[in-house]
């Protein structure tokens, strides 16, 4: 009976991670699909091959990106870009949307820096990744302070805080892997 329960529990350690993993990556093309796929299928009808669709996003994606360099078009992006700035609500929601692809895909990238952060009168210590180094901007009793980014570990969710710098030590780790280890509740470590 306990070699039984053994091979169980080995068995759900083999194939769950596996089979979610599936899932979620299954749930990932149908989602990326349907974007333009839905708007094909009426004119492709039997012809529509899946997948098509994230070909067609991709494309779309990369020629705006293209176009976004050239003379012309980039002053229209930059109008657009300015009208958006300037519309409430709009605004707030544009910029953050903005400044987080900016921050991931851009050159400036945030989570570049991992940092160990020390929790005041506790002696424990949290990882979290800097985003912002100069933060003076916020309000001047800031002027010394980073913000730190501290995910919360099994989920995407985490805490901003505002720190003094010589309380933040820069690790030599590589982000992907400080972010895993954070993720995960400190089970992966490599």
Do not use: C
């Not at 400036?108 to 009168?121: D, G």
């Not at 302070?145 to 690790?171: D, M, W």
């Amino acid at each position: 009976m306990k070699q039984l329960l053994k091979n169980f529990i080995n068995g759900l350690l083999t194939i769950v991670p596996i089979i979610l993993v599936i899932y979620v990556v299954i749930k990932i093309f149908t989602f990326l699909d349907s974007i333009l796929g839905n708007l094909l299928k009426p004119y492709l009808k039997e012809d529509y091959i899946p997948g098509i669709g994230i070909l067609l996003t991709v494309a779309i994606i990369t020629f705006l990106g293209w176009l976004s360099t050239q003379y012309f078009s980039g002053k229209i992006i930059q109008i657009i870009d300015r009208f958006l700035e300037k519309i409430p609500l709009v605004k707030t929601l544009y910029s953050v949307i903005k400044d987080t692809f900016h921050s991931l895909l851009g050159e400036k990238r945030a989570f570049s820096k991992v940092a160990l952060v020390e929790i005041p009168n506790t002696g424990m210590k949290s990882i979290g990744f800097i985003t912002s180094e100069e933060i003076e901007n916020l309000a001047d009793p800031l002027k010394d302070h980073i913000a730190v980014y501290v995910p919360q570990s099994f989920q995407v969710a985490g805490f901003t805080f505002l720190i003094p710098k010589e309380q933040v030590t820069i690790l030599d780790v590589k982000p992907e892997d400080a972010m895993k280890f954070v993720l995960s509740g400190g089970i992966t470590s490599k």
